[in-house]
């Protein structure tokens, strides 16, 4: 049996997936309900796919961060220990990641590997152009979008589905987080 893949992202209402200029982490939207949830999704055992750019941002974050900043979130700390597959064919181990393996090679080819091996479902966060090609190769099983209540027209950074293929979306569940951010799980499939 194959093991389910999630895409899981955060997006402003215009499609960026972070922001320039003076926006913070979460564009300051976060609340209470959104991290309580994100740690709840965190808390079974799964599996972690990132690309090697999201690898790195992660890691120099999470080095340059301390104990008490935004940056460690009880869930953020939850990810990092979980086990990790870093899809890579520049970096060099070891990782500074606790439970990470480095996989050289096509992401295509390394998560369709995954899928078929891992006893645990898996989960991206962020690694946009890797999951780009995964939703292209029909790899992706879940598509999970946290939608803030922000657009960054002027300072939005990385746009999550340029360049992407034409997808249906079929609605598999969706819920409000603290009375402003709206949790969205899809179903893709190519148009």
Do not use: C
Not at 28 to 50: D, I, N, S, W
Not at 133 to 157: E, K, S, Y
Request: no cysteine; charged share 25%; aromatic share 8%.
């Amino acid at each position: 049996m194959s093991a389910t893949y999630t895409f899981d992202v955060f997006s402003s209402l215009d499609g960026y997936g972070a922001a320039g200029g003076d926006w913070s982490g979460y564009w300051g939207k976060q609340g209470p309900e959104l991290l309580a949830h994100r740690l709840a999704l965190y808390e079974t055992e799964q599996r972690m796919v990132f690309g090697a750019n999201t690898y790195r941002a992660f890691a120099q974050m999470l080095a340059s961060s301390t104990e008490d900043s935004d940056v460690r979130d009880p869930w953020v700390t939850r990810m990092r220990n979980l086990p990790a597959t870093v899809v890579s064919t520049t970096l060099e181990g070891p990782l500074d990641w606790p439970d990470a393996a480095l996989a050289r090679g096509d992401a295509v080819d390394v998560v369709a590997r995954l899928k078929e091996e891992s006893e645990v479902p898996l989960r991206s966060h962020g690694s946009l152009s890797m999951n780009r090609a995964l939703l292209a190769a029909g790899l992706v099983d879940r598509l999970q979008v946290t939608l803030f209540p922000v657009i960054t027209g002027r300072n939005g950074l990385d746009p999550i589905f340029r360049g992407a293929d034409d997808f249906d979306l079929e609605l598999l569940g969706n819920r409000t987080l603290d009375g402003r951010i709206q949790e969205l799980l899809y179903r893709p499939t190519r148009h």
